[in-house]
């Protein structure tokens, strides 16, 4: 397993190969790294932790195993160089804030088993302009998409509820389809959604 902290703030880390028998990664394990560029998880890690790659801010590639259940709080948080992310298919849950202000992002992958994404999970996704929000997403929490450059959006009909601020200053965003299973939907909800 890669413990705690580990390579916590090591500025200077440009790259490093995981072996493959790695089955554990712990919390900021890798946080703080700014010149960490690509980084390959092994088969075997089912958990992206909290913090783990938190303002690796060179970070352009990162590949996923298809062991991954889940990826927690701030995984990803300001990786201003992540271009693209394919979640893989066994990962049912986002954490908050997990790709916040990675504002380079403009594809990522959502998988069919997705149930659960946080608060502010992909809030200033700035070069965001389309994601597919899988059938099986309950609710979209509150600032989730906020200040995302998003140009439409489908909800699925298994969404009862849209929280606060979910896509407000979503400044591109021309088109929702909101489904009958919408129950709720929080206060400045699309606020300064100018072009819708």
């Avoid at 021309?174 to 909800?189: C, F, K, N, Q, R």
């Amino acid at each position: 397993s890669i413990g705690s902290y580990l390579f916590y703030n090591c500025s200077t880390l440009i790259n490093i190969d995981l072996p493959k028998n790695v089955n554990s990664i712990g919390i900021y394990a890798f946080y703080w790294c700014r010149s960490l560029t690509s980084i390959v998880i092994p088969d075997g890690v089912t958990s992206i932790g909290d913090y783990t790659f938190y303002n690796c801010s060179s970070l352009t590639s990162v590949t996923l195993p298809e062991s991954a259940t889940s990826i927690g709080a701030n995984a990803f948080y300001f990786c201003s160089s992540l271009t693209n992310m394919a979640i893989p298919d066994g990962v049912t849950s986002i954490g908050g804030y997990a790709f916040y202000d990675c504002s380079s992002l403009t594809s990522i992958t959502l998988p069919e088993g997705l149930t659960s994404i946080g608060a502010y999970a992909f809030y200033q996704c700035s070069s965001l302009t389309s994601i597919e929000i899988p059938y099986g997403v309950t609710s979209i929490n509150n600032s989730t998409f906020k200040y995302c450059g998003l140009t439409s959006i489908s909800i699925p009909d298994s969404v009862a509820s849209i929280g606060s601020y979910a896509f407000s200053n979503c400044s591109n965003l021309a088109s929702i389809v909101l489904p009958d299973s919408v129950t709720s939907i929080g206060s400045y909800a699309f606020y300064y959604c100018r072009k819708l």
